[in-house]
């Protein structure tokens, strides 16, 4: 017989930790099912975002950080460093130690708001029946609820000829591992995880090559911003390669090579790298998530097909984060997550996709929220902008961060504020502001 629970919810993500937490709180009996394993061994909830995403590569990104300050900005402060290194292992290690902190914190919340945890990969099938087969291999564990919550997450997308090996040819797993810094490192992609990644090593001394197959860079940026962000790239020494399509990649593993045939603007050649990590984007992940008779329905894109308020096509069934429409963002599935939470509750809830910003790691920061204008003009909209170099801000130059600028879109007759685009240093935090201008 199955244990029966008011709630379970499929994923231990940002989505689906956070929703099983806020059931939980809001008094429902609440189960979470999340097969990830940590470096360790052993369970590890938080999903692609602690453990092979955001958390990770921020931590990557710091410590790179730090040391480029130290071989390239701090003789202009009058500070002398002689004979710096960098230590790969040890900078991984550190941020193994940032991962491994966070991912038992959410075990530890979990048990805290008493939600039930179930080790294991997680199957919906008819009536809200959820099976759960352990990770460790044991018999399988039936639960059934009167709402089940799916958060799958997305896994990276594969391109044809390209196969990863997690050695030479990476993923964004892989290139979160090396035990040093490659020569010649070739990433295919250069959108936010491409050129996240990508800062890291250029900023440790790797020659980083970009191809992007797209003509545009960063086209869901405001074009004035990407203009400039692809300018100051440029001088960081990041090679970026727009309308460069990847026809297949090939190790030679005596020469510890990988060779890449690429077509540039109907050119083709061979590149030669180190190290190549593929970053095409990521697709939802719903395989063996949805077993026979569970009655949800995917959409043309692969995706859960969901309504507004994330409920699927079978009732009592809702999901959420990467596997449903809308961006691929931490913050924006966990609060899909407290939303469904309170709906179940039957509390009032709702999500305003129209305000939840996006942010680049790089160095400067790129963050945004809301509307562009090429979108307002698709749309018909009227509008107006006002932009601010921070090469004119005194703060800036006295941090010796003056690359960037600020720009605000607002509507031509009411002033209501309809997107802004940040350039520049801590423009991760700037953004926050500018979501509660816009959300009041």
């Known amino acids: 017989m199955s244990e029966k629970f008011d709630v379970i919810v499929i994923g231990g993500g940002p989505g689906g930790y956070v929703a099983a937490i806020r059931a939980a ?8 099912v999340d097969a990830t394993l940590g470096k360790d061994g052993k369970a590890a909830p938080g999903g692609t975002c602690l453990n092979v995403g955001c958390i990770p590569s921020k931590a990557l990104l710091d410590s790179s950080k730090h040391y480029h300050h130290v071989e390239h900005e701090f003789a202009e402060h009058g500070i002398a460093v002689k004979g710096a290194s960098i230590d790969v292992p040890a900078m991984i290690k550190r941020k193994d130690g940032v991962v491994k902190k966070l991912t038992g914190g959410v ?27 352990p990770v460790d291999g044991g018999d399988p564990v039936e639960l059934s609820a009167d709402n089940v919550i799916l958060a799958s997450g997305s896994v990276p997308i594969e391109i044809p000829n390209v196969e990863v090996d997690g050695e ?11 035990s040093e810094v490659p020569k010649r490192f070739g990433v295919i ?14 900023r440790l001394g790797a020659q980083v090559t970009l191809l992007e197959a797209l003509p545009d860079f960063l086209p869901l940026v405001d074009a004035d911003v990407a203009k400039q962000a692809l300018r100051e790239f440029k001088k960081q020494k990041l090679d970026i390669r727009l ?15 990988v060779t890449v045939t690429v077509d540039i603007d109907g050119e083709e050649g061979e590149m030669t790298f180190d190290r190549l990590l593929v970053c095409c984007g990521r697709r939802p992940h719903t395989e063996g998530l949805l077993g026979e008779g569970c009655g949800v329905d995917l959409d043309d894109r692969g995706r ?21 429409r809308g961006p691929m963002l931490a913050h924006k599935a966990s609060e899909e997550g407290v939303a469904v939470a309170e709906l179940i509750a039957g509390k009032p809830a709702e999500i305003h996709f129209d305000t939840v910003p996006w942010v680049v790691y790089t160095d400067p920061e790129i963050a945004w929220v809301g509307r562009t204008e090429r979108q307002l003009d698709e749309d018909g909209i009227e509008y107006r902008t006002g932009s601010f170099p921070l090469a004119a801000n005194g703060r800036a130059l ?33 953004i926050a502001e500018c979501v509660v201008a816009m959300e009041f």
Not at 168 to 178: C, R, S, T, Y
Not at 409 to 428: K, R, Y
């Open 304 to 324: 859960i097909a969901v309504d507004g308020q994330s409920r699927t096509t079978a009732e009592g069934v809702w999901a959420i984060g990467d596997c449903v």
């Open 243 to 257: 309308g460069a399509k990847v026809l297949g990649a090939s190790v030679n593993r005596k020469k510890k090579q």
């Open 107 to 133: 075990t530890q919340l979990l048990k805290a708001n008493k939600v039930a945890f179930f080790h294991g990969k997680g199957t919906l099938g008819a009536d809200r029946a959820v099976s759960v087969a």
């Open 168 to 178: 030479h040819i990476v993923d964004n797993v892989g290139a979160l591992e090396f």
């Open 25 to 32: 709180q809001l008094g429902l009996k609440t189960a979470c």
């Open 189 to 202: 992609g250069a959108g936010v995880i491409g050129l996240e990644l990508g800062s890291v090593w250029n």
């Open 398 to 430: 006295a941090s010796g961060q003056g690359t960037g600028l600020v720009k605000i879109i607002a509507d031509a007759e009411s002033d209501a504020i309809l997107g802004v685009h940040i350039f520049g240093a801590n423009a991760s935090e700037l």
